[in-house]
């Protein structure tokens, strides 16, 4: 009995150690097979997008219902070559749970479907799944400047590369710093703070319309009284005291951002759209926009505040209903194109200029969010008289 069962333990034992030899083989195999496709994924992707800023035809997005606002945006984000140059840079991610969750590289493949395609149009549904799992609703409105914001953090989020994610933030994050200053002695607090857009004010606290943006950003900086209730407990006084706040600008990014507040919502939780005319420059000038007292920055710091108009996300209809379309100037061919979800075409200044607003034509298309890039007069681009 002993030696039969001996015999049997000894027949055994190659049997198991191949079964597991075999299994170990299958798993090295199997993990290099998923790391030379990531690595080919990587290859493929750094492939097309080293000439996806080259491709001048312009694709549009299809409308899976009321996702106009979304499509928008994503055109504005992946015209942009500044954050597309970052966007290919990502780390594809190792599973497949993984891939279809992750923004970044969702967006990615979209682009890459954008550029390699032959078709007008291409569907946003891979990406819009994606949204979907990190809480953001399909198939309702929504405001322009809240979902930019949304999708401004689960990219920054989901970028892995701290470099990356440091480029992200400079490409688009302002810098502002705070003062409030009593007005009965001499304390005062001061504090930074970021923004990725500037929400710019139409009406002044009369409520009167401002007559232009270089109007609407000086009254945004403009000092503000703190007076009766608004009054702030001073600890040098230790009373509330009439304060003066105020802000300074401190650091503007690549891409500035600039929020139109024509939304206007009153105590009585009734709100309707400011659609009166605001006119908004080509071309603009921070270093002319603002006073010596409404800036904290260096001289080399202020030497970069040019900018010219790069995209207008515009909003027609009411508070409740409306659509959302994207004016977008290309950026390796400076011509104006129209991004009306599945619709493309390009478009003159005169159509852009349109966006200005209208009081008697509270449907139309209005300007909402303002994208301004930085000006790099030594790397002038491309008939650029052309469309100034």
Known sequence: M??????????????????????????????????????????????????????????????????CCLNSLLQVFLMNIHFTRILRRITVPSSLARRTSNVPYQMLLLLEKMQCGKCKAVCPEDLAYCLSKHRVELFVQYDAAQLFLTLWNLLKKQMKKPELVEELSDLYTICIQEHLACQKCSFEIKSNSTMLTLPVPVLDANSHKLRNLVDCLRYFFHPEELTGQNKCFCQQCGMKTPFVQSMKLVHLPQTLTLHLKRFCFERSSHSHKLSHSLPFPQELDFREVLTENQCQADDSEKAAWQYELFAVVAHSGSTSFGHYCAYIRSLTECKWYCFNDSHVCQVSWDDVKCTYGRSNLNWRETAYLLFYMKKHPQQPCPGVSECL
């Not at 493929?44 to 219902?65: I, P």
């Open 2 to 67: 002993g030696q039969r069962s001996g015999r049997q333990e000894g027949s055994k034992k190659p049997e198991v150690a191949l079964s597991e030899t075999m299994e170990a083989e299958i798993e090295v195999q199997n993990n290099k097979e998923e790391i030379e496709e990531v690595k080919a994924k990587n290859q493929e992707l750094r492939s097309v997008f080293g000439m996806a800023d080259l491709k001048n035809e312009a694709v549009g997005l299809y409308n899976l219902g009321q996702t």
